[in-house]
């Protein structure tokens, strides 16, 4: 099994962890339930942990893909600019997850988290799902000719 194999095995995983952490993270608040809050904050610490994974796997497997001889159905074009959504995705998600381990000890240690803190995190987890679709888009179009066929530019 090479890096090729585990990026495509766990790629979407940051998409489905950044999303889940958002509703999560929505729904808690509106319901005012701390304990759906705080499964919202931890899912974006995982989201930020599958987003290292993946965008580690990612750099080896596309070593591997541009040392290859063409590949059927593979555009080889398209890896720069997903590895660029990428990387914006890496620092993204890795600032929303140590904002997430800040706002889960600042909860603790005052017994209640601040409101605000919640609000900020919601709209930085909504600036990651903005960076995190487009990335997957980028990547789909890698190997998906029907997406390349759609959508341009």
Not at 51 to 80: C, F, H, L, R
Not at 124 to 137: H, K, M, N, P, Q
Request: aromatic fraction near 8%; proline fraction near 3%.
């Amino acid at each position: 099994m090479s890096f090729v194999h585990v990026h495509l095995a766990i790629n979407h995983s940051p998409l489905y962890a950044t999303l889940f952490a958002f509703f999560f993270l929505l729904i808690g608040m509106m319901i005012r339930n701390r304990s759906i809050a705080t499964a919202g904050l931890v899912i974006t610490i995982i989201a930020a942990l599958c987003a290292i994974a993946t965008y580690s796997t990612g750099d080896q497997a596309k070593d591997i893909i541009d040392a290859s001889p063409p590949i059927a159905g593979v555009e080889k074009t398209m890896i720069g600019l997903h590895e660029d959504a990428a990387g914006w995705f890496l620092g993204a998600s890795s600032v929303s997850g140590v904002l997430a381990i800040v706002v889960l000890i600042v909860g603790r240690k005052k017994g209640t988290r601040p409101r605000w803190m919640e609000v900020v995190m919601l709209f930085l987890l909504l600036f990651c799902l903005s960076i995190v679709v487009r990335t997957a888009l980028l990547g789909g179009r890698i190997h998906h000719p029907e997406v390349r066929a759609v959508i341009h530019g």
